[in-house]
């Protein structure tokens, strides 16, 4: 799954959770413009944010991130 495909998916379960870019970013402590590039497949997040997406959106299948997509540090 690309990038891209991941940021879609992304952008449909932070919509489908009624939450909007600023307050995702605020729960999570990024900024909009960071969350931004994560849901257009910009740029990935680290895995541990990752994970914290998929709580926040309650993402029961969520998408593996492909390991040379991955940013552990």
């Not at 919509?15 to 729960?27: C, H, L, P, T, Y």
């Not at 910009?42 to 940013?71: C, G, N, S, W």
């Amino acid at each position: 799954m690309s990038p891209k495909e991941i940021g879609q998916i992304l952008k449909a379960s932070r919509v489908r959770a009624g939450m909007s870019i600023i307050d995702v970013s605020k729960e999570l402590g990024v900024t909009r413009q960071t969350l931004y590039r994560w849901e257009t497949g910009k740029d990935m997040p680290r895995v541990h944010m990752y994970f914290r997406l998929v709580e926040l959106y309650d993402m029961e299948d969520a998408p593996t991130i492909p390991t040379e997509h991955a940013q552990v540090v």
